[in-house]
């Protein structure tokens, strides 16, 4: 069973999903290893959710569930690092400060000028089309100056769940010249792409990124892949595991990755 590398639990301000039962659901499944990776996201006071981590109480606590669970699973501890370009001097510091306590760290775009493609206002002031570009511009300009502060990108086409049409107003085609200089950037520096099977359970018919950015990616040369459910609740984790698989495959991925201390250990699909 492939190891789920992205999950939210009760550390999450938009998760009550107790740890145990995240880790207790991975073990039923015959999962050999799971990565918690909670959110945090400063500067966020916008949100309705509290998604700023008490780091030393989330260290704490996984660390005693690693020990406890050391004999049933491997259980990595992760973070979902929110990318905010003004924030370059805070993140550099957290990394600094944290980031060795970490076996891995996602870095996500979640917003764009204090609003989150999330909720119906980012719509509505943007509108469908022009709120894709703002989010990829911003993305991009986020992977470029903060790559060095996490190990994967998350869901790269994280707007693309939330616009009014889904993907129906989506093609990589239309949005490359913002997607390929990203996906470069994640190549030059050794950074992986995430493949999120969050897409599948948002009916998109397709994980995020969907198969064509995938596709791209592999043609450029990336070679690093993790994969996440980025479930909030356990009957979500290690959602459409299979389906990713056989699309990974086709896309001609051999790998994937799980991280141990930040160092990537590829595993076979």
């Given amino acids: 069973m492939i190891c789920d590398c992205h999950l939210h639990t009760e550390f999450s301000g938009d998760s009550n999903t107790p740890v145990r039962l995240q880790i207790e659901k991975a073990i039923g ?15 966020s006071g916008f949100c309705d959710d509290n998604f700023i981590l008490d780091v030393p109480a989330y260290l704490e606590a996984l660390r005693k569930l690693k020990e406890e669970y050391k004999n049933r699973i491997r259980l990595n501890i992760g973070i979902e690092l929110g990318l905010q370009a003004h924030l370059h001097a805070y993140l550099h510091q957290f990394i600094a400060r944290y980031g060795s306590s970490f076996d891995f760290i996602i870095g996500s775009s979640h917003f764009v000028k204090r609003m989150d493609p999330y909720d ?62 990203l996906l470069k950037t994640l190549i030059d520096h050794g950074k992986a792409l995430e493949c999120n099977t969050g897409g599948f ?44 698989r056989d699309l990974l495959t086709e896309c001609g991925f051999k790998y994937y990755a799980v991280f141990h201390q930040r160092i990537p250990k590829m595993e076979a699909l």
Wanted: aromatic letters at 18%; glycine letters at 10%.
């Fill in 120 to 181: 119906s206002e980012f719509w509505d002031t943007y509108g469908e089309v022009p709120g894709l570009e703002a989010f990829f511009k911003a993305s991009l300009t986020r992977a470029q100056h903060l790559y060095d502060c996490f190990d994967s990108f998350g869901h790269l086409d994280y707007a693309v769940r939330y616009a009014p049409h889904q993907n129906g107003f989506f093609s990589y085609q239309q949005f490359g010249q913002w997607i390929d200089p």
């Fill in 201 to 244: 359970k948002y009916g998109l018919n397709q994980p995020n990124p969907g198969k064509d950015i995938l596709l791209r990616y592999r043609e450029m040369g990336g070679e690093l892949i993790t994969i996440g459910s980025d479930a909030h609740t356990p009957e979500y984790l290690g959602f459409s595991f299979q389906r990713c």
């Fill in 29 to 43: 499944l015959g999962m050999k290893e799971l990565c918690i990776t909670d959110h945090h996201d400063y500067d």
